[in-house]
């Protein structure tokens, strides 16, 4: 019912900045939140940040002041700044859509490295 597809993630030296983006398809009129979350090695998957469908936001501890985390109807984006070593991991895009239940629905995936 909902795809997702993220796009932005790479290589880039401790103090870098990244920007993410997911676009959502299918059915993305009430999605709500959308957001990112992370997957470090050995690890299990972490909230980065979430966005409501009005704009509220939701940020982990670690990652606040650093990233922002962008809505503009089923496109996602999250700009990074300050980036370190710990925040290298798989990011993975994030939407809940309510029909007659809640559904999750996840992207597949985009490297993010921070290493010099």
């Known amino acids: 019912q909902v795809q997702l597809v993220e796009s932005g993630g790479g290589l880039v030296q401790p103090g870098g900045s990244l920007r993410l983006s997911c676009l959502a398809s299918?059915?993305?009129?009430?999605?709500?939140?959308m957001g990112w979350y992370r997957q470090a090695p050995g690890k299990q998957r972490e909230l980065v940040a979430t966005?409501?469908?009005?704009?509220s936001t939701n940020y982990a501890d670690s990652v606040k002041g650093r990233f922002t985390i962008s809505r503009d109807n089923a496109k996602v984006d999250l700009q990074m700044h300050s980036l370190i070593p710990e925040d290298t991991a798989v990011y993975y895009c994030?939407?809940?859509?309510?029909?007659?239940?809640?559904?999750?629905?996840w992207g597949q995936g985009t490297q993010v490295t921070v290493s010099s």
């Open positions: 994030y939407a809940r859509l309510f029909t007659s239940q809640w559904n999750d629905y």
């Open positions: 299918g059915r993305v009129l009430n999605l709500d939140p």
């Open positions: 966005i409501s469908r009005g704009g």
